[in-house]
């Protein structure tokens, strides 16, 4: 009896240390759907939020999921949650990317984040994601996210496969263009 309670104490303690271990490191930033919001929010200046919010929606178009039908976008981001893209295929073919849901700002913060536009996927419409598919949760102004979240976005060359956000991509190839 006694040995067996030392192991199940054992591994409990190392299960401990392994979820503590895995945790990641988290940077200071603000979320916000609204420059409003933005504004609201004490010790930020209305000139920094619409200077944020202008730089995430310039980056929005480049660094959003790209999906090769309205369909497949809307699988990932709801009814009405898509828009045509600036860009097309290859054919000519429009490009579907989700609506801006919203916006978070580092740059001026003091940490390592950078102002980036945000997305609420269909599934869970509560919480924010990146462009790169991170969950930032879905706090309204000030508030800590992890570091990897928080990384510069990289611009979206390819297509969503149908419920791809984040997962497999397919390379088909478009160019900018109305």
Known sequence: MKRSSRIAL???????????ACEEPKTDTAIFETVEQCIAEQGITAEQCYGE????????????????????CEA???AEGC???????NAGGSVFMPLMAGFMMGQMMGGRAY????????DDG???RTANNRSVGGA????????RAAGRPAQKLYTQQRG???????????RAGA
């Open 10 to 20: 054992v591994m409990m303690g190392t299960s401990a240390l392994t979820l503590s």
């Open 53 to 72: 919010f202008n730089a995430a929606k310039a980056q929005h178009a480049e660094v959003a999921p790209k999906y090769a039908s309205r369909a497949d």
């Open 76 to 78: 990932d981001f709801g």
């Open 83 to 89: 828009e045509v893209s600036p860009y097309r295929t």
């Open 115 to 122: 102002t980036q536009p945000l997305y609420r996927s269909g």
């Open 126 to 128: 509560k919480n924010f």
């Open 140 to 147: 309204i102004g000030r508030t800590q996210v992890a570091e």
């Open 164 to 174: 791809g956000f984040g997962a497999r991509a397919r390379a088909t190839g478009f």
